[in-house]
């Protein structure tokens, strides 16, 4: 399994990104994909996710109304669009997938917002 995940880069604040994570290589869909993101000196924490089973929804309040999280299954790839970007948004952004016995992350893509 190979999570690969783009999109990253540098935007002013306010602005926006989309970022994409493929999970390639699989023949099964994961239970649930959802985004992280670490800034430097901090611990990775939670961002959004998305089940696969009845596409219920989490988003961290600190991005809640400004991330949208989506789910293409065809493809097993989660998209995570963000606006109205702001500085303390600047982390590196892993995508993880959740299947029944494993879980499995990808690369960082780096989002750094400047104010």
């Known amino acids: 399994v190979q999570l690969q995940a783009s999109g990253g880069g540098l935007v002013q604040a306010e602005g926006s990104l989309r970022l994409s994570c493929a999970d390639s290589?699989?023949?099964?869909?994961?239970?649930?994909m959802g985004w992280f993101r670490q800034a430097p000196g901090k611990e990775r924490e939670a961002v959004s996710c998305?089940?696969?089973?009845?596409?219920?929804?989490w988003y961290d309040t600190s991005v809640k109304d400004r991330f949208t999280i989506v789910r293409d299954d065809a493809k097993n790839t989660v998209f995570l669009q963000m606006n109205n970007l702001k500085s303390e948004d600047t982390a590196d952004y892993y995508c993880?997938?959740?299947?029944?016995?494993?879980?499995?992350w990808g690369q960082g893509t780096l989002v750094t917002v400047s104010s």
């Open positions: 993880k997938a959740w299947y029944r016995a494993s879980e499995y």
């Open positions: 290589g699989r023949t099964s869909s994961p239970l649930t």
């Open positions: 998305v089940s696969g089973a009845d596409r219920s929804i």
